[in-house]
């Protein structure tokens, strides 16, 4: 009959230790699971297009820039004083700043550190260290289309 008491003891204590290690467990993992959900950003769900509508034919006076949507990505278009329009990723291969284009200078300019880039995107002065990767840029009917090179 001892036995059976003893047997029962320690059959309630190893049903606590489980009990308790499990709420342990659970606890532990309600806390851990949204500050690690908190700090690995979701996936983009965005698809990343290989082509995009810029802008528009006549939107843009020459000497001039605009910055536009390429995915989830900035993108620079620009009517140069010439009048030609060409297209790069507008993030500054320094430090990822988004660049710009600078009438009074007449090249795209990034306002973080000071980085220059030449109207075929090549790095020139400050500190960016590649030049700008440079898309196509084509019309369809008033329409300017930009798209990566292939
Ligand atoms: S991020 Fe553009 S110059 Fe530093």
């Not at 806390?31 to 995009?52: A, C, N, R």
């Not at 550190?113 to 995107?121: A, D, I, P, R």
Request: proline share 7%; hydrophobic share 35%.
């Amino acid at each position: 009959m001892g036995k059976n008491v003893n047997k029962s003891k320690r059959s309630r204590r190893n049903f606590l230790k489980y009990f308790l290690g499990g709420s342990f467990a659970a606890f532990a993992f309600s806390v851990i699971y949204p500050v690690v959900k908190f700090l690995i950003p979701p996936k983009s769900s965005e698809p990343i297009p290989t082509s995009v509508m810029a802008g528009m034919v006549g939107e843009l006076k020459s000497n001039s820039g605009k910055i536009f949507k390429f995915g989830n990505k900035p993108g620079i278009l620009i009517n140069t004083p010439q009048g030609e329009l060409r297209a790069f990723t507008a993030i500054c291969t320094h430090l990822d700043c988004t660049v710009q284009y600078r009438e009074d200078f007449q090249h795209i300019w990034c306002a973080c550190h000071n980085g220059h880039y030449n109207l075929n995107g090549i790095n020139i002065a400050g500190p960016p260290p590649r030049p700008l990767t440079q898309y196509n840029v084509s019309l369809k009917e008033d329409q300017i289309f930009v798209s990566k090179v292939s």
